[in-house]
């Protein structure tokens, strides 16, 4: 391998990273926060980018184009440099950064797997049992915020498999908004 093939982007990268920043953006939607009362928390936080990731990845991943499986892998890549940065800069030592993220990971692909078995079974109540387990740290029936957040997910799922792949390939990525109204469901 030569000296320049360590600056060379990998397939893909600029488009993973656009992608997550579409996910990112549609995780702060205040409607989470302020109607949903998903906790404005670092955790808080991190299940809704995760939650939106999730979405991306298991769209792309599915696609029958070849190139989804590599796209995803780029999406999740800048999730976690991303990760790895903002606990760098939260001031988390170098030591201990690497075990946090690697946290991160354990945590979000144990979520990921819920979330995408409850949309691979069109299961709305699967996936609102998901959330209100692991945004709202909650045990027992899954809350009626936690159903509105399952159908959102519902929905996003929906908008991005009718988006063309050659948009996600482009780090093109649109969510629908989350609905704000206190009986909207």
């Given at each position: 391998?030569?000296?320049?093939?360590?600056?060379?982007?990998?397939?893909?990268?600029?488009?993973?990273f656009?992608?997550?920043?579409?996910?990112?953006?549609?995780?702060?939607?205040?409607?989470?926060?302020?109607?949903?009362?998903?906790?404005?928390?670092l955790d808080?936080?991190?299940?809704?980018?995760?939650?939106?990731?999730?979405?991306?990845?298991?769209?792309?991943?599915?696609d029958?184009?070849?190139?989804?499986?590599?796209?995803?892998?780029?999406?999740?890549?800048?999730?976690?440099?991303?990760?790895?940065i903002?606990?760098?800069?939260?001031?988390?030592?170098?030591?201990?950064?690497?075990?946090?993220?690697?946290?991160m990971?354990?945590?979000?692909?144990?979520?990921?797997?819920?979330?995408?078995?409850?949309l691979?079974?069109?299961?709305?109540?699967?996936?609102a049992?998901?959330?209100?387990?692991?945004?709202?740290?909650?045990?027992?029936?899954?809350?009626?915020?936690?159903?509105?957040?399952?159908?959102?997910?519902?929905?996003?799922?929906?908008?991005?498999?009718?988006?063309?792949?050659?948009?996600?390939?482009?780090?093109?990525?649109?969510?629908?908004?989350?609905?704000?109204?206190?009986?909207?469901?």
């Amino acid at each position: 391998m030569g000296l320049l093939a360590l600056f060379r982007r990998k397939p893909h990268e600029r488009a993973g990273f656009e992608l997550y920043g579409a996910a990112v953006a549609a995780a702060r939607h205040p409607c989470f926060f302020d109607v949903l009362g998903v906790p404005d928390s670092l955790d808080g936080r991190f299940d809704l980018v995760g939650l939106h990731v999730a979405l991306i990845i298991r769209r792309v991943r599915k696609d029958a184009d070849p190139r989804g499986p590599a796209l995803a892998q780029a999406v999740f890549d800048a999730m976690f440099a991303d990760m790895d940065i903002n606990l760098r800069e939260m001031g988390v030592s170098d030591l201990t950064v690497g075990k946090r993220v690697k946290k991160m990971w354990e945590a979000f692909h144990g979520r990921a797997q819920a979330y995408e078995a409850a949309l691979d079974a069109g299961d709305a109540a699967a996936m609102a049992a998901a959330l209100h387990r692991n945004v709202w740290r909650a045990e027992g029936a899954a809350s009626p915020a936690a159903h509105r957040l399952a159908a959102h997910a519902l929905r996003g799922s929906a908008a991005l498999a009718a988006q063309p792949i050659e948009a996600l390939l482009r780090g093109e990525a649109r969510f629908p908004a989350p609905e704000e109204t206190a009986d909207a469901a």
